[in-house]
């Protein structure tokens, strides 16, 4: 397996901003990384030391298969 195009290369002001706005569209890690020419650990290092949340924000609050499990017990 080759190595990403950016690997071990340093981030750029634009490489951050590309990551911020993927992940405020929802887009994958993997993606994103696909995209940012990155492994997905350095997308993850660099989103924690910047602060940007790779979390999807179109999820479910609250896992529907427990709360559908607690429903059958009562």
């Not at 940007?52 to 709360?67: F, W």
């Amino acid at each position: 397996m080759t190595d990403p195009k950016n690997h071990g290369k340093q981030w750029t002001n634009p490489d951050v901003k590309k990551l911020k706005d993927l992940s405020k569209g929802n887009t994958p890690t993997g993606l994103i990384a696909y995209k940012l020419g990155r492994t997905e650990d350095a997308v993850r290092s660099k989103a924690n030391e910047v602060n940007i949340s790779l979390k999807p924000t179109n999820q479910s609050p609250y896992d529907r298969n427990v709360a559908n499990e607690k429903k059958a017990k009562k």
